[in-house]
């Protein structure tokens, strides 16, 4: 299935859901009609109860490359940036990073490439990301007299220090996957990050759905720690909400039966 030429979408028997940005000529650049595609998959998916993992690729030769400058200052893009649809959730732009946050299953993304500017942005809303050693990493946007505005301020901070952040946002300079990996930007490295990515998602939608999601948001809605009490007591609500429940039952079983669970999707 897809949602139009920008980006493909497919789910598999296990519940994995591979996303492929589509548009290899331009090293995937974002213009208006990949920023639709990518919201519009981010609510599919947030939707689709099959799904238990995603992965998210670039066709061709790299991951993103960042903003269509051709597309700057054109259909009125300046004047939509103070937009809000919803307040808590930010822009178009905002949204295309961080609604992945809004996926109740884990999201994985895969860097290969150029991953520069508003595409190390979508990577960065992601839980978890592979990129390939030699993959081209960027917070670029002052190149072209910026800043980062798609959600940065929400994802960066969770990965790096803020002196390491300023350095790399101050100059834009260009890390490579091994760098970024050693900074904390990325997971981790292979020289074949899809498979890696692909292996992960199918562990992850073999484990109890129920409680993978629960993990997601117990560990987005907390890792600040700015309410170590919220906290506390989001790690007790999850918990009693899992206990007795059917897949918690069914991995007590198949562990006690040594056998592969059987799981059901969330309703």
């Known amino acids: 299935m897809g949602t139009g030429q920008r980006i493909l979408l497919e789910v598999d028997d296990a519940g994995v859901a591979t996303v492929t940005l589509n548009r290899a000529e331009k090293h995937n650049a ?3 009609a990949m920023f639709d595609a990518l919201l519009d998959v981010t609510s ?18 790299s991951f993103c490359s ?42 994985i993304t895969v860097i290969h490439g150029n991953c520069f500017g508003g595409g190390l942005q979508i990577a960065l809303g992601a839980d978890i990301r592979y990129a390939t050693p030699d993959a081209r990493l960027s917070i670029m946007e002052v190149k072209w007299g910026l800043v980062p505005d798609m959600g940065i301020t929400q994802t960066l901070p ?13 100059t834009g300079r260009i890390l490579s996957g091994t760098e970024a990996h050693d900074l904390g930007l990325v997971t981790g490295t292979a020289d074949d990050p899809l498979s890696r990515a692909l292996d992960l998602a199918h562990e992850i939608a073999a484990k109890s759905p129920h409680a993978v999601r ?46 592969e669970p059987r799981f059901t999707d969330p309703d």
């Not at 599919?44 to 030769?61: I, M, P, Q, S, Y």
């Not at 200052?73 to 990073?97: I, P, W």
């Not at 609500?237 to 991995?251: F, R, T």
């Open 30 to 32: 974002l213009d208006t």
């Open 44 to 61: 599919e998916l947030a939707a689709d109860r099959r799904v238990r993992a995603v992965v998210v690729h670039g066709a061709g030769k």
């Open 66 to 107: 960042g903003l269509d400058i051709s597309s700057l200052g054109g259909n009125g893009l300046a004047d939509s940036l103070l937009e809000r649809d919803d307040a808590d959730r930010g822009n178009h732009a905002q949204r295309v990073s961080l609604d992945w946050r809004h996926v109740p299953a884990p999201v």
């Open 158 to 170: 969770g990965l790096l220090a803020a002196d390491v952040a300023k350095e790399l946002t101050f």
């Open 214 to 259: 629960a993990a997601k948001q117990l560990y987005d809605e907390t890792w600040s720690g700015a309410d170590p009490a919220g906290a506390l007591l989001l790690e007790s609500k999850l918990q009693v909400e899992l206990i007795g429940s059917p897949n918690q039952l069914e991995a007590v079983h198949a562990g006690m039966e040594r056998r």
